[in-house]
């Protein structure tokens, strides 16, 4: 039972329309808990004692970080199970989510810069997370340039599935070093806000944010999952029924 | 010995969008050499590639003495010999030294062993000149010498005899003789008829566009 | 005249003694020295690089040697690792275009050794040459003579570290023309633990302290790389192939 709904997932037109049945599913409770995470978060949170209303920028800033990191082993799961087990759909879902983790990690670095401004006084600090954003970035850029340097399909993605593979291994051990690093020296990091002392009024809506990323990026995925699926598949004969519904 | 046998059964493979092999089936058993013929672009070298183990087909299968060749690949590899389209060497060793290295990193190979098969190709004259100061044919000899050298079952080869002279298909023509004699299995892909002494037992296999 | 037949060496046939894997990774690594030693100019390049790398700070910065030693592990790291990717070119691209690779790869031994082999040949015509001669570019920039053996440990075991990395990365874009500029992007984000404990043991050899913790988590990243590095880069050179 279980082996058939996994051999189905594999097939490029089932997975064609799973994705358009899903993405609604999916796209509304994303829009809902966004705005629900934005005004609990920048309207109804209280200030924090030290940092004031600079805080707020975290609520766009830590779901960010977080889909970077997440998409990323997403990316590396689905293309290990295409080189493993030669899914073309699980190649296409790597395909499809990288420029998306992307974004996001730019993102990331963008609002950490924003919020760094009114705390350090400049955009940027080699403060730990920082930096290993701005190395996951080019971990991404990696991908993305491997894979557009090959003309074949196939040949992309399973050379670019060992990149990703070899990546997501790799993202501890320099996420490690690069806290090592930063330790050897006072430099300035980012206010770190524990959990543990946020008042609920603070963490429940960044809750909500993470959730409601991980639903927006499930979204974007399915639409560019189509897409990916369409051209890849141009030449098959389901194709040209399927676009025609 | 006489399990050897190489059969491709309803093989397909697709580069990109184009349906390059498109359920091929083909089967050469010991003693036999296959002679697959065709127009450049009909799949020639991509189904002796799949044949051997570095393609992957999307469909069918290959087997060797009856075994799925991606069982143990290893030893599948250990048993053949794929000659593609430029000889394997190194430019700036001798062919002496190509044999060595070569050869050497899948059986031991005695140094009598090696002058013998330079010798027979005929490279008395070159094999201790850097191959990069050799013609086209005499490279392509120093990697038919090596062919003969690993001592292996099934041959796949791919247009052996590309810039060689008469003499030098001929040459080609004994080899495979011999090796077909042994109980060995062969599948080339040629442009020319095999020089073989008794053509009549070449089997023969074509692929073409449609 | 026919050579002797004495059959085909199957695997059940116990006719000729085999060669061990350790001979077939012996005669690789062979062959890559003899080859790179009839092109000796070849492997004079990276080095040529890394001194001129190494020149461009203090040119760049300040001549005294006072404003220089505190960047001075910095420098030597970051041109070690822009002169071992230079160097990676050396390490399948040759091999890819003759067809021995695709030798190796049907040759029925395990190719991730194979691969393992040509890396420590790349090693130790790249890496070690760079390890010994970074003292000198160490001094050039205000290290103390002291500091000598820590540069030469550090340098070395890093080294190790980044071919094997490297390989990967030069095993992925073997198809690919000029892939210089990619090969770098693919290859300097997983080189940068290297980097950071690397300069760190050198940083404290020149200083004269300790610096076996940063050479131990160096040393552990080579350990890591020589298990991981060659298996990515065997499948990934099969891929290549296909």
């Known amino acids: 039972m279980a082996w058939t709904w996994f051999h189905r997932l594999a097939s490029p037109p089932h997975v064609y329309r799973l994705s358009a049945r899903l993405t609604p599913w999916l796209a509304w409770p994303a829009a809902l808990l966004i705005v629900a995470g934005l005004i609990g978060g920048l309207w109804l949170a209280p200030p924090d004692y030290q940092q004031g209303d600079g805080y707020r920028i975290i609520y766009v800033h830590a779901p960010s970080a977080w889909m970077s990191l997440f998409v990323y082993t997403t990316m590396a799961v689905a293309a290990g199970i295409g080189l493993i087990w030669r899914m073309k759909v699980a190649h296409a879902v790597a395909a499809a989510s990288a420029p998306v983790g992307a974004s996001f990690t730019f993102a990331a670095l963008v609002t950490g810069s924003l919020w760094g ?56 051990i320099i996420h490690f070093s690069v806290v090592w690093w930063n330790s050897l020296h006072q430099a300035p990091s980012l206010m770190y806000l524990g959990k543990p002392t946020m008042p609920p009024s603070m963490y429940v809506p960044l809750l909500l944010m993470l959730v409601g990323f991980t639903l927006f990026y499930g979204a974007v995925l399915l639409v560019r999952l189509r897409g990916e699926v369409l051209s890849r598949e141009r030449a098959a004969s389901w194709i040209r029924e399927a676009v025609r519904t | 010995m006489s399990d050897f046998r190489l059969k491709g059964e309803n093989v397909h493979l697709w580069r990109g969008d184009h349906h390059v092999l498109r359920g091929v089936r083909f089967e050469v058993g010991a003693g ?92 008395n004259q070159w094999a201790d000149r850097p191959v990069r100061t050799l013609s086209a044919g005499q490279k392509r000899r120093a990697a038919l010498a090596g062919l003969t050298l690993m001592r292996v079952p099934l041959w796949l080869l791919d247009e052996p005899t590309t810039n060689l002279d008469v003499e030098g298909q001929k040459l080609v023509g004994s080899f495979i003789d011999e090796h077909v004699q042994a109980g060995g299995v062969a599948l080339a892909a040629v442009h020319h008829e095999l020089a073989v002494s008794r053509p009549e037992s070449l089997r023969r296999m074509e692929l073409t566009f449609d | 005249m026919p050579p002797v037949r004495r059959g085909f060496d199957t695997a059940d046939d116990a006719g000729s003694p085999a060669v061990t894997a350790l001979g077939a990774a012996h005669l690789v690594l062979a062959r890559d020295l003899k080859l790179a030693f009839r092109k000796r100019s070849q492997l004079v390049q990276p080095l040529a690089f890394f001194a001129i790398v190494t020149t461009l700070f203090p040119l760049g910065v300040s001549p005294e040697l006072s404003r220089l030693r505190p960047i001075a592990a910095g420098v030597l790291w970051a041109a070690a690792l822009l002169a071992s990717l230079l160097a990676l070119e050396l390490l399948f691209r040759d091999d890819a275009q003759d067809g021995t690779l695709e ?93 950071i404990f690397g300069a760190r043991a050198t940083e404290l050899a020149i200083g004269g302290e300790a610096y076996g913790v940063p050479l131990q988590l160096l040393g552990a990243l080579a350990v890591l790389g020589l298990t991981l590095a060659p298996l990515a880069a065997a499948a990934a050179v099969r891929i290549n192939l296909e």
């Open chain 3, 103 to 195: 030798q190796y790869a049907l040759s029925g031994r395990s190719l991730t050794w194979l691969l393992a082999a040509k890396t420590a040949a790349h090693w130790l015509l790249t890496g070690l040459p760079l390890a010994l001669m970074a003292p000198l570019a160490g001094i050039a920039l205000g290290a103390p003579n002291a500091a000598v053996p820590g540069i030469v440990i550090s340098v070395a075991v890093g080294t190790v570290a980044l071919s094997l990395i490297g390989s990967i990365g030069a095993a992925l874009t073997l198809g690919i023309r000029r892939s210089g500029a990619l090969l770098s992007l693919l290859t300097l984000p997983l080189d940068i633990p290297v980097l």
């Open chain 1, 117 to 172: 401004k009114p705390m350090w006084g400049t955009y940027w600090q080699w403060d730990p997370r920082l930096t290993s954003e701005l190395i996951l970035l080019f971990l991404y850029l990696g991908y993305m340039g491997l894979r557009s340097a090959f003309d074949d399909t196939q040949r992309a993605d399973r050379a670019s599935a060992v990149l990703a593979v070899v990546g997501v291994i790799n993202v501890p």
């Open chain 2, 32 to 123: 036999e050499c296959l002679q697959l013929t065709g127009a450049n672009g009909t799949g020639k070298t991509t189904l002796l590639r799949t044949a051997c183990g570095l393609a992957y087909p999307e469909g069918g299968e290959i087997t060797w003495r009856g075994q799925n060749i991606r069982a143990d690949m290893q030893a599948f590899h250990a048993q053949l010999a794929y000659l593609g389209h430029e000889p394997p060497l190194k430019s700036e060793l001798t062919a002496r030294e190509n044999l060595h290295f070569w050869i050497g990193v899948r059986r031991r190979l005695p140094r009598r062993e090696l002058d013998q098969a330079l010798e027979r190709v005929g490279g």
